[in-house]
């Protein structure tokens, strides 16, 4: 069964640009993340979606990231604009939604470089 | 809140045993997860504690201690390529996991 898939793999971006990342989960999975992952830190949840609804955004700095999910199936996280603190890898994950349904699987993520 | 404290670093010998120490402290959770992240890839899950006790998964194993807020995860006949990020997260409400920030192991000939 093929992963998920996110594109680009590699972004560098002045400050104050924007970007935006692709996801496109696992088939048939449901439930959809959006992690940041700060050099020498673990991931953070930034946004999870169920089908096409937002689950839970608490940590997503909404003044300046968006995301969304609308047919359900691939997703997109934009940053606009970008901020040097920004710079970091930002992986999607998906997993089932069926009780029990724990595991996550990971795509490669995005490296981004804000200079 | 979570908090979630491992060690930074730790270096092993390939063919040795390496246990990996996860402490918390939280106001509740279903379960603790362990990730292995090698450098420049996506987390890859290995475990899921709910009970106390331990699990055995081929050379991992993972143990979990709700009374003492602490979990560890066993390395069993270390090889090179299990140098790599070992990462504890909780999951408080849901499945979804919240982070530590990861235990850097390298194993050495």
């Known amino acids: 069964e093929a992963g998920v898939a996110q594109s680009p793999r590699y972004k560098i971006i002045e400050k104050r640009q924007s970007v935006a990342f692709w996801c496109n989960p696992i088939?048939?999975?449901?439930?959809l993340y959006w992690y940041q992952q700060i050099l020498g830190q673990g991931p953070k949840l930034l946004i999870q979606?169920?089908?096409?609804?937002?689950?839970?955004d608490s940590q997503l700095p909404k003044d300046r990231f968006s995301a969304e999910r609308l047919k359900g199936v691939d997703s997109t996280l934009k940053i606009q604009p970008a901020k040097l603190e920004d710079s970091a890898v930002y992986l999607c994950?998906?997993?089932?939604?069926?009780?029990?349904?724990?595991?996550?699987?990971f795509g490669p993520g995005t490296r981004l470089t804000v200079t | 809140g979570q908090n979630i404290d491992q060690p930074t670093e730790m270096t092993a010998t390939e063919g040795a045993i390496v246990q990996i120490n996860c402490t918390y402290q939280t106001s509740g959770f279903n379960g603790l997860f362990w990730y292995q992240q090698h450098a420049g890839e996506a987390p890859t899950f290995l475990s899921y504690?709910?009970?106390?006790g331990l699990e055995e998964k081929g050379r991992f194993s993972s143990f979990l201690s709700r009374s003492k807020g602490y979990s560890y995860l066993l390395l069993k006949e270390l090889q090179m390529k299990d140098s790599a990020s070992y990462l504890c997260a909780l999951a408080p409400g849901s499945y979804i996991p919240t982070f530590g920030r990861g235990t850097s192991l390298i194993v050495h000939p």
């Open positions: 994950a998906s997993s089932l939604d069926s009780p029990g349904a724990y595991e996550q699987y």
């Open positions: 504690n709910v009970l106390d």
């Open positions: 979606f169920q089908n096409n609804g937002v689950v839970d």
């Open positions: 088939s048939g999975h449901a439930t």
